[in-house]
């Protein structure tokens, strides 16, 4: 069960719990009756103020954690009024900055490889891991034809 879900059923059942210990303590009371519902009126409010000023946090990390599971590294978060959530914002854009500039760094040496193998002279084969031939260039081909 997610979070959400047990905050919100803890919310409701505590509510349901002190509105009938109020309806049986204020019975003979109208006016203190009613008192005790509209505090546990507005105090339903400001939970569920309070709930979704706690769950905005956990919105936003699911959010980027489903960017960063779609390899979208252009998806930047703006600054908010919260400074607990600036520090996380701040944070997860710092870390897609750097991923997109290490991600580019390393499309620019590949490119560059790739370019300085095939305009080689010399017939160069690359290996993988495995030992299998993953890549030679013109000059190699020529020499094994």
Do not use: C
């Given at each position: ?10 919310l409701i ?11 049986y303590?204020?019975?003979d009371?109208?006016f ?47 600054p ?11 944070m ?7 991923i ?38 013109k000059?190699?081909?020529n020499?094994?034809?």
């Open positions: 069960m997610r979070i959400r879900s047990v905050l919100l059923i803890y059942l505590l509510h349901l719990v002190l509105g009938i210990a109020a309806y303590l204020t019975t009371n109208v203190w009756f009613f008192v005790a519902e509209l505090v546990l009126l507005l105090s339903l409010f400001f939970l569920f103020w309070m709930y979704r000023l706690v769950m905005r946090p956990l919105k936003l990390m699911q959010q980027g954690l489903n960017t960063i599971k779609d390899e979208d590294f252009s998806v930047l978060f703006r908010t009024s919260s400074a607990e959530l600036n520090d996380l914002v701040n997860y854009n710092a870390l897609i900055v750097k997109r500039e290490e991600r580019q760094v390393g499309q620019e040496k590949q490119v560059f490889m790739e370019t300085l193998i095939s305009a080689s002279s010399t017939g160069l084969m690359v290996l993988d891991y495995d030992g299998h031939l993953a890549e030679m260039n000059a190699a081909i020499l094994l034809q």
